[in-house]
């Protein structure tokens, strides 16, 4: 079975706090080479990738479907009634690879969850849609889960670090450089990015840039 991955995707001012070092154009060309990495990723493991997007949007021939209602509010629309499985991963997570999302595919859960930093869900995988509410903004990580133990949905945690790491700030590039092996690492390379020192660790910096 081809399970329908949803990537939800803003491609209108995304990534601001990658603003002190990419103009607004960069942040738009660096937002969608990542998801370009996601979409690869899920086509690697066989199944559908679907972006679900703030503005319109085109990537080869991935069907793309405009956000008219909140986030929550429209996944919920397609569990409703649906029994089939659903897959839900963020459009940031540039280290996602094959290997990574085939682990959130078959935990064995009816519920697998991917967290995120600081609280929020990088990614889930629902057995049937339709046992399933979106609980995103805030902590979200943590309401997923009460909702799934709840429901008495059998609930599995993901310890994936390639899909604990969405791409946010700066200091989260060196991770690009270090694990992506696709477009978003040869875009910062064409870009003027580097691997440097920094006092007492690695991070990247910008050709001209200190």
């Known amino acids: 079975m081809r399970i329908p991955v949803v990537i939800p995707y803003k491609p209108t001012d995304p990534k601001t706090r990658l603003s002190c070092i990419l103009t607004d154009e ?3 060309s660096f937002a969608y080479t990542m998801l370009r990495d996601v ?38 629309g397609f569990c409703d009634g649906n029994e089939e499985p659903l897959a839900i991963v963020m459009a940031d997570l540039a280290l996602a690879d094959r290997s990574s999302i085939l682990a ?26 339709q046992m399933f509410r979106a609980q995103y903004y805030g902590m979200s990580y943590e309401k997923h889960v009460r909702y799934g133990t709840d429901a008495g949905l059998m609930v599995k ?30 875009w910062l390379i064409d870009h003027g990015f580097e691997i440097a ?10 050709q001209g840039i200190q």
Not at 43 to 66: E, F, M, N
């Open 157 to 186: 945690i993901i310890d994936s670090f390639r899909l604990y790491c969405d791409i946010d700030e700066q200091d989260d590039l060196i991770e690009v450089f270090i694990h992506n092996h696709g477009h978003s690492r040869k």
């Open 104 to 129: 959130l595919l078959t935990s064995g859960g009816d519920l697998a969850i991917a967290p995120g930093r600081g609280g929020g869900t990088n990614a889930i995988y629902i057995r049937s849609a």
């Open 39 to 76: 979409v690869d990723a899920v086509k690697a493991t066989g199944c559908s990738p679907l972006i679900l997007s703030t503005a319109p949007v085109q990537l080869d021939d991935v069907p793309v479907r405009i956000l008219k209602e909140e986030l929550n509010e429209t996944i919920n």
């Open 197 to 206: 020192m920094k006092k007492s660790r690695i991070g990247v910096k910008r």
């Open 26 to 28: 960069e942040r738009q």
